[in-house]
């Protein structure tokens, strides 16, 4: 009897799994089974550009038979549950998919971190469906703003997704003239957090350039309908911030249909533990990308980045493969090539392998970043599609 492979998921890790599974294992070793409430693998790093342009989707949302072969099923459905006793994955419309080796890839929620009414309150970023939101946020606000009175818009976060957010909002506000005030917030003391100070200035200079407030140093405490409130406590009264349009990019944790999984998980975060194989607490079950905490040793975790998750997935698919014929298991380790980021049109890249520059702007940064998105978008597709996303990236 042939294997049952569940791969849930449609995300980097997802998609790069089923790609490298595919590539690997034998006609007739096992079949493959593709689950996700999409029908479509989005290039979720570039999401951003359709807040600005919402044609742009058809560049970042590859629709999965374009990526699998012909002998992987794909079933569409959101996962609500996966019994690891029964070895079943069940979606929302009732159906059990049985598997002998399961690969959880299910990706992050956004996280909230219990703040008083963001939850309610704010937009997030996390699909195709949170960019048309926001899209059409900011043409009702821009119609209803004046010079005298311009709409303001908080972005919460200024990690790599604030960023980028911030950047395609300031297009769409100087493409359309349109009078909007924008303001990124940073609980911490720095855009960028944690990273090397030259990337920091290079990126702050940048947003300054297009015209984004930053606002660093105080954590957002609480929000209503019209504002958010920086800081405060017992002695000190929190510090208001109107808004009409609040996003938050504050952080991530472990998605809903994975709480009630017997798999060992970070309590806080609600992630799946995972060996840097990809095995997880129940040896039937591999995790990767946002969803898992994969370890590299000395208590480190892979970071939640898409270039890890593109690395990891070759690796996880092949050790489905491997793990289909009784075959030990490849270990896996973070290769840091660097980081680009988009700021609008413009792009910082920094500690890029192979580059002598730590630091760089400019037409090279540009360049890279949208080699970077067509690169994978030819890797899960084809070379065409990968050229024809490349001038929107």
Known sequence: MSTNVVVIGSGYAGAG?????????????????????????????????????PSVESKVAIPVEEIKDDSTEF??????DVDTDERTVETEDGADIDYDYLL??????????GIDGLREHSLTLKGLDDAREIHRELETAAEDATEMDPATVLVGGAG???????????????????????????????????????????????????DIDILTGDF???????????????????????????????????QEEITEVDLEKDERSNRVFAESTFETSDDRVFAIGDSALIDQG???????????????????????????????LRSWQHDDKGTVISVGEQAVAHD??????????G?????????????????VSSYGRGLNAWGDM
């Open 352 to 361: 890029v392998q192979g580059v002598p520059i730590n630091t760089f702007g």
């Open 75 to 80: 079933r569409k459905g959101r996962v609500t």
């Open 17 to 53: 799994a089923v790609k490298a599974f595919e590539e690997e294992i034998e006609p007739g070793e096992a079949t493959l089974t593709w689950v996700s409430e999409h029908d479509y693998h989005l290039v979720l790093h570039e999401v951003h550009r359709c807040i600005r342009d």
């Open 220 to 254: 957002i405490s609480k929000v209503d309908e019209d504002a958010a409130y920086l800081g405060g406590g017992e002695d000190e009264e929190p510090e208001e911030l109107p808004y009409d349009i609040l996003l938050w990019t504050g952080g991530i944790t472990g």
């Open 104 to 113: 959880v890839g299910v990706g992050s929620a956004t996280a909230f971190y």
């Open 298 to 328: 000395d208590d480190d975790v892979a970071p939640p980045t898409a270039q890890a998750a593109w690395q990891a997935a070759e690796v996880a698919g092949e050790n489905l493969a491997r793990a289909v014929r009784g075959a030990p």
């Open 160 to 210: 790599l997704s604030g960023i980028q957010a911030a950047g395609e909002i300031a297009e769409y506000r100087d493409a359309t003239r349109s009078p909007i005030d924008i303001s990124l917030v940073e609980g911490l003391d720095e855009v960028f957090p944690g990273n090397d100070p030259e990337v920091q200035g290079a990126l702050r200079k940048r947003l300054l350039g297009k």
């Open 363 to 379: 037409t090279g940064a540009k360049l890279l970043k949208k080699a970077i998105a067509a690169r994978w978008i030819a890797s």
